[in-house]
């Protein structure tokens, strides 16, 4: 089952470092979309590593995460 986990940043500095890292432990680029308006970084993924990207995201220091 998929999942989507996104993250809020207050700057694109942090949207963008989060999504380096996503890809550079492994997160294909093709499961990242982020949203440059409002400063998202979104990750559909499957709920079984969920956790890994949850940490992944929250290192960037986030406004919010939210799980769907």
């Known amino acids: ?7 809020v ?13 996503l890809v550079s432990s492994g997160i294909p ?3 990242i979309y982020v949203d ?3 400063k998202r970084v979104l990750v559909t993924t ?3 590593i969920e956790p890994t990207i949850t940490d992944l995201l ?3 220091d986030p406004i919010e995460i939210k799980e769907r």
């Open 9 to 21: 940043y207050d700057s694109m500095d942090k949207v963008l470092n989060a999504v380096d890292e």
């Open 36 to 38: 440059e308006d409002s």
């Open 29 to 31: 680029r093709e499961e």
């Open 46 to 48: 499957a709920t079984d």
């Open 58 to 60: 929250k290192r960037h």
């Open 1 to 7: 089952m998929a999942i989507t986990v996104t993250g």
